[in-house]
Structures are given as C-alpha cells and as structure tokens.
C-alpha cells in the first residue's frame, strides 16, 4: 500500500470512528435519560464505595488492540535486566515521569506542601463521574499551587492477572495512551486524561472499547497537542509504553488502603466522605481535601 493511500486508509477509519462515537454520545444521552441500567450500576457502586468490577460482563472490544500482553508482562516483570520480549525491545517508561521505572506520575510545583493522590481505572464508570464532578477542582487545586497531584492506575477492570491477562484490555491500553500523552506533556496527559472520562467518550464498562488503538488515536484529536501528533500515534499502535502500564499497575495492586476505584489521599491518609467513599461532588472533596490541606 502507498503511503498516500495509507493515510486516505487512516482518514477513512477516523472518518467511521467519529461516526461511531456521534452515535455512542447519543445513545448514552438517551441511555442517561431513560435510567437504564448502566447508570444504576454506577450510581450504586459510588454508594456502596467500590470500584465497578464486572469483567464477565465485558464483551470484547480489542480487535484493533496491537499489544502483546503477556509479552509486555514479561518485560514489566524485570525492567532493569528485560532485554526485551516479542515486539517490545526495551523496557521505556515516558518522560515527565519520575521514581524506580518511571512509576510515578506527579503533576504540580514539587515543593508543594501537599499531595493528592488519585486512584483510577481508565475503564471505572464511578471514575468517570468522580473526573466530571470534581476533576477540574482538582486541576486548578494544582495550578494554584495547594498541592501536587499524583496518578495511579489499576487495570482490574480487564482482569489483570496472569491467567486472564488477555481476556480484556481497555484499561490497559488507554493507560499506555496515557503514557504516549504523558511522553508529549504533562498538560497533554491531563486534557487527554480528562476527554477519556468525559460523558460522551467514556464507553459502558461492559464494553471494552478502549481496547481498540484507532478508538483512542482518534479520541486524540480533540487535544491540541495529540492532533496529527505522529509521536503519539506511533507509541500508542506499537504499544511502546504498555509494560510501563502493567508496571503502573502493579504499583495499584501493592498499594495500601485502596480496595476499589476512585480512591484519594491527602498526605498519604486515605479520605471519605460521610458515607465512606471518595469525596464525589465539589463541597464533599472541599470538606475532606480542600479544608484539610496543610498551610
């Protein structure tokens, strides 16, 4: 194939995919309207405080999914000594990273006197609300200096460990996307980060949309930096930063005080609201983080 028929090939496919999700914003327009069932099953978990793990639930969304996910597993499992596995030469993690293989994600003025700590799943449909809700407090928190933000992300959503590693991969591989955005910039990462939990892309838990490499490539051309950003599109279809995600996630899986997503720390304590969840709504997250912050 030529390269100018390559890329008429890439603009058609993006051509579908917007399409696609014209039609997915409005039938989840008309799916929140109605109270189906997918909503219910949200605003239940944020109830009872737990992430969404419904993986048996999940129809298989990952035909255009180009990673190897056990051998991105065998390259997470030893970065420093990996001498690489199936497509993956090297173990990369992406710059404006930070810490042992580049696991820490930390966004804000490094001598702020706090640190919010974030734990999500790209695929948690209680995550989503949680980033609409509250997500732009957070950011702006940050960019007045009251803290720094620090990201962690689990992918249990996919069923992450070895004997289901395959059986989806959404969480996974928009948490390698993330990576790419993060590779590019951190405002990049934030704005990506934020389109990917918005209501009219981020896809029913049950199906594992972010599984397909186009999907999130073409979601990207809403944030400036990403548009026609060869860099990314390239890390993102070569699954350059996907052992970086599974490293990612076994930092969620090892870390203390989190049994389910969105969870936040201040300061490293875990906070809740009244009900003893993550704070969901503006004055619940001003009560627990905001008023809490040390001067």
Request: glycine fraction near 8%; include cysteine.
């Amino acid at each position: 194939m030529s390269k100018r028929n390559s890329q008429e090939a890439k603009r058609a496919a993006r051509e579908r995919l917007r399409i696609e999700r014209e039609q997915q914003a409005k039938k989840e327009r008309m799916r929140r309207q109605l109270g189906v069932a997918g909503a219910v099953v949200a605003v239940l978990a944020i109830a009872a405080g737990i992430g969404v793990a419904i993986t048996n639930m999940t129809t298989s969304g990952g035909e255009g999914d180009n990673s190897d996910w056990s051998a991105a597993s065998t390259v997470a499992g030893d970065p420093k000594e990996s001498k690489g596995e199936g497509d993956y030469k090297k173990y990369v993690a992406p710059a404006n990273t930070q810490g042992e293989n580049g696991t820490d994600i930390i966004i804000g003025d490094e001598d702020a006197k706090n640190t919010v700590t974030l734990y999500e799943d790209m695929r948690c449909p209680v995550c989503a609300v949680f980033e609409q809700s509250v997500g732009d407090i957070v950011m702006k928190d940050v960019e007045d200096g009251n803290y720094k933000a620090e990201f962690v992300f689990g992918t249990f959503l996919d069923g992450d460990t070895a004997d289901k590693l395959g059986n989806s991969s959404g969480s996974k591989n928009a948490l390698s996307a993330l990576g790419a955005a993060l590779d590019v910039s951190p405002e990049a990462f934030l704005e990506y980060k934020k389109l990917l939990y918005s209501a009219d892309v981020h896809p029913d838990e049950r199906v594992d949309e972010f599984a397909d490499d186009e999907k999130l490539i073409e979601i990207a051309q809403d944030v400036k930096e990403l548009k026609d950003n060869d860099q990314f599109e390239k890390a993102v279809t070569n699954g350059t930063f996907d052992p970086w995600a599974l490293k990612i996630s076994d930092k969620f899986r090892a870390a203390e005080d989190v049994q389910g997503t969105p969870t936040v720390k201040l300061n490293g304590e875990k906070v809740t609201n009244e009900r003893g969840t993550a704070p969901m709504t503006p004055p619940e997250y001003k009560s627990v983080v905001q008023d809490k912050l040390e001067k």
